[in-house]
C-alpha cells in the first residue's frame, strides 16, 4: 500500500502572553493566502453551557485539569485541521498550553501532580501520534506591565482578577520555553517581535515578519 504523506501547510505558531497583542497579528494577515485559526476561548466559554474558562479563574485548583484538558482538545482540533491553504497561522499551541499554562497551575501549587501527569500523559501521546507539528514559532515579547494595562483596558471579565503576579510568571515561563530553554524543547525556530511598541508601531514590526511567512507559498 502506498502510504499517502500527508502534505502540512506552513505552521506558523503566535505566542506570547495574555494582552500581548496575537489577536491583532493574525488581523494583519487576514486578506493573505493563510488559514487563520484563533484561540477558541469561546468554545471555552460554553461548554454544554458551562463556562470552563470562567470556572478555572475563579477557582483554579478545582477546574484547572478540566480546563486545561477541553483546551488540549481544542488545539489538537485546530492543528490537525486539514491544510486548505499553503500557510495555517494558529494563535497560540498544544504547546504554549503544556509548557506556559499548565506548568504555571503546578508551579503555583494550584495542581496536584497526579492531574499534572495525567495531563502530560495526554499531551506526550498526542503530540507523538498525531501531527501538532510547526514550523515557526512567532513571539509577541511583552513586559508583565505593559500587558496587565492592556489586559485591563480590554477588561474581558473572566480576567478580572488576573494579577501583575501572574502576568509575570507566565512571561516567565514564555521565556524560559522559547528563550532560555531550560526545561523544554522548542518545536519550531522562534522569531521574536517587540510588542511593547504601540499598536500603529507595530503594523511595521508585523510588515517585518511578512517575508518569512507568506513567501513558503512560492517554493
Ligand atoms: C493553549 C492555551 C491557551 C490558554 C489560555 N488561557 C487563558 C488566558 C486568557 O485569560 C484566556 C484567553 O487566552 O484563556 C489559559 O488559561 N490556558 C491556555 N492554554
Known amino acids: 500500500n502506498i502510504s499517502v504523506k500527508k502534505i502540512r501547510p506552513f505552521t506558523v505558531f503566535v505566542e506570547g502572553n495574555i494582552g500581548s497583542g496575537k489577536t491583532t497579528f493574525l488581523n494583519h494577515f487576514a486578506n493573505a493566502d493563510v488559514q487563520l485559526l484563533s484561540e477558541p476561548v469561546e468554545m471555552w466559554r460554553n461548554v454544554e453551557g458551562h463556562n470552563l474558562l470562567g470556572l478555572m479563574y475563579e477557582n483554579p485548583s478545582r477546574w484547572g485539569l478540566t480546563f486545561q484538558t477541553y483546551v488540549q482538545l481544542t488545539m489538537v482540533d485546530l492543528h490537525t485541521r486539514p491544510a486548505a491553504y499553503p500557510v495555517k497561522m494558529m494563535e497560540r ?45 512567532v513571539y509577541l515579547r511583552t513586559s508583565p506591565e505593559v500587558v496587565f494595562e492592556r489586559m485591563k483596558v480590554r477588561a474581558r471579565k473572566e480576567e478580572t482578577h488576573v494579577s501583575l503576579q501572574y502576568l509575570t510568571k507566565l512571561h516567565e515561563l514564555h521565556e524560559d520555553w522559547l528563550f532560555n530553554r531550560t526545561k523544554f524543547s522548542c518545536p519550531a525556530p522562534v522569531i521574536t517581535l517587540d510588542a511593547n511598541r504601540d499598536i500603529n508601531e507595530m503594523e511595521e514590526e508585523f510588515r517585518k515578519c511578512e517575508p518569512k511567512i507568506l513567501f513558503q507559498q512560492q517554493n
Open 93 to 137: 499551541s498544544i504547546y504554549s498550553a503544556r509548557y506556559c499554562f499548565v506548568e504555571n497551575l503546578v508551579q503555583e501549587g494550584l495542581m496536584p501532580t497526579c492531574e499534572y501527569v495525567v495531563l502530560d500523559e495526554w499531551f506526550k501521546w498526542i503530540t507523538s501520534h498525531l501531527d501538532t507539528g510547526g514550523d515557526l514559532i
